[in-house]
């Protein structure tokens, strides 16, 4: 498999990453009776500075990886290098310093925060946990200095959540997770559950600190549009797998892998006449369950451009041009166009 070559600028490497959950049967003496591959071999790296897009349905997998990049879940199989560290072999007192290190913003703001902590006291914990600052006028300054960097009044830490708007929440959420001074944050989904004008606010303070504080991102979405204004490169999932990742420009102009390209023709056309004129962007069949995935080429059994052996092995990643790497023998061929006669056929949501 083509792969970036190992440099100072990489921060994040993960390499065949795997994590396979067990479903068990019986009460009393529970044996595992089958695995679900929720992340089945991938790798990726992440450069320092970037924003790296991590993108797919729902349940391909996005949230395990940053499970694993956060510690929250052991890898089955595979490694997470860290600034070149083995995440996966650190003791206590270096796993958290690496804690400091990596922070995530989590999709829901109604939910991500204590409801029965101020706005002040959340923003304090992570300093208290980890012994930020000595006094607590220091900690009291850095919290109205997170405010500030988020676009938020200091008067404001006297709040409860359910006294703030959600975008308020998720800029609090925000202030918490720079609270360290992170290296890498990670974004699950940040604005998903906010309204589309909040969306565009959260999205341009969160590229502001990019380029302010030299933050680095992996931002999981299911929103191609914000993916694209976002992240400077963009990795594709499908049932636990990788099948893309290219610069963000080059993915959206020239999709290679099917996959990618039906993903991006389900996008809507804001012109009403041209979004009626368009065939519909049907997938046939439906998304294989992780727990049985298909062999070979884990889609398969849904690309029109499928030949034999996409059913017997396992594509590779292969690098079609500079920084592009695709898993599909039959990369950069338009997909045939699909009906919607089958009764098999369903529409795919992005």
Same mark, same amino acid.
């Given at each position: 498999?083509?792969?970036?070559?190992?440099?100072?600028?990489?921060?994040?490497? *993960? $390499?065949?990453?795997?994590?396979?959950?067990?479903?068990?049967?019986?009460?009393?003496?529970?044996?595992?009776?089958?695995?679900?591959?929720?992340?089945?071999?991938?790798?990726?790296?992440?450069r320092k500075g970037e924003?790296?897009?991590?993108?797919?349905?729902? +349940?391909?997998?996005?949230?395990?990886?940053?499970?694993?990049?956060?510690?929250?879940?052991?890898?089955?199989?595979?490694?997470?290098?860290?600034? #070149?560290?083995?995440?996966?072999?650190?003791?206590?007192?270096?796993? =958290?310093?690496?804690? @400091? @290190?990596? &922070?995530?913003?989590?999709?829901?703001?109604?939910?991500?925060?204590?409801?029965?902590?101020? *706005? +002040?006291?959340?923003?304090?914990?992570?300093?208290?946990?980890?012994?930020?600052?000595?006094?607590?006028?220091?900690?009291?300054?850095?919290?109205?200095?997170?405010?500030?960097?988020?676009?938020?009044?200091? %008067?404001?830490? $006297? $709040?409860?959540?359910?006294?703030?708007?959600?975008?308020?929440?998720? @800029?609090?959420?925000? %202030? $918490?997770?720079?609270?360290?001074?992170?290296?890498?944050?990670?974004c699950d989904e940040p604005?998903? %559950?906010?309204?589309?004008?909040?969306?565009?606010?959260?999205?341009?303070?969160?590229?502001?600190?990019?380029?302010? =504080?030299?933050?680095?991102?992996?931002?999981? #979405?299911?929103?191609?549009?914000?993916?694209?204004?976002?992240?400077?490169?963009?990795?594709?999932?499908?049932?636990?797998?990788?099948?893309?990742?290219?610069?963000? &420009?080059?993915?959206?102009?020239?999709?290679?892998?099917?996959?990618?390209? %039906?993903?991006?023709?389900?996008?809507?056309?804001?012109?009403?006449?041209?979004?009626?004129? @368009?065939?519909?962007?049907?997938?046939?069949?439906?998304?294989?369950?992780? &727990?049985?995935?298909?062999? #070979?080429?884990?889609?398969?059994?849904?690309?029109?451009?499928?030949?034999?052996?996409?059913?017997?092995?396992?594509?590779? =990643?292969?690098?079609?041009?500079?920084?592009?790497? *695709?898993?599909?023998?039959?990369?950069?061929?338009?997909?045939?166009?699909?009906?919607?006669?089958?009764?098999?056929?369903?529409? =795919?949501?992005?």
């Amino acid at each position: 498999m083509a792969k970036v070559q190992p440099s100072d600028d990489v921060l994040v490497d *993960v $390499r065949n990453l795997k994590k396979h959950f067990p479903v068990t049967r019986g009460i009393v003496f529970q044996r595992t009776v089958a695995q679900v591959k929720a992340v089945d071999g991938v790798s990726f790296q992440i450069r320092k500075g970037e924003a790296f897009g991590l993108v797919g349905e729902s +349940g391909c997998g996005k949230t395990t990886i940053a499970k694993c990049l956060l510690k929250l879940e052991d890898p089955t199989e595979g490694t997470i290098h860290l600034d #070149g560290a083995d995440i996966g072999s650190l003791d206590r007192k270096a796993t =958290l310093k690496m804690r @400091r @290190r990596v &922070q995530a913003i989590f999709q829901d703001p109604y939910s991500s925060l204590n409801p029965r902590m101020k *706005v +002040g006291s959340i923003l304090l914990e992570p300093l208290i946990v980890h012994n930020e600052l000595n006094s607590s006028a220091e900690r009291a300054e850095r919290v109205r200095e997170l405010l500030n960097f988020c676009g938020l009044p200091s %008067a404001i830490s $006297r $709040r409860y959540p359910h006294e703030m708007s959600g975008g308020q929440r998720q @800029r609090v959420g925000i %202030a $918490r997770a720079l609270a360290l001074n992170p290296d890498l944050i990670i974004c699950d989904e940040p604005v998903s %559950a906010l309204d589309v004008s909040i969306q565009a606010q959260i999205i341009n303070l969160l590229e502001d600190l990019r380029q302010e =504080l030299g933050l680095t991102y992996l931002f999981i #979405g299911h929103d191609l549009s914000v993916v694209k204004n976002l992240c400077s490169r963009v990795a594709v999932m499908y049932l636990g797998k990788i099948v893309e990742i290219a610069d963000s &420009q080059i993915l959206f102009d020239n999709p290679a892998h099917p996959y990618t390209q %039906a993903l991006l023709a389900a996008v809507p056309i804001p012109d009403p006449i041209a979004e009626a004129a @368009r065939p519909p962007g049907i997938l046939p069949g439906e998304v294989p369950s992780p &727990q049985n995935p298909p062999s #070979g080429c884990v889609f398969h059994p849904r690309c029109g451009l499928a030949i034999n052996a996409c059913r017997k092995d396992i594509p590779a =990643l292969d690098e079609i041009s500079p920084q592009h790497l *695709v898993a599909c023998p039959s990369a950069g061929i338009p997909t045939p166009q699909l009906s919607n006669d089958s009764k098999e056929a369903t529409t =795919l949501h992005t």
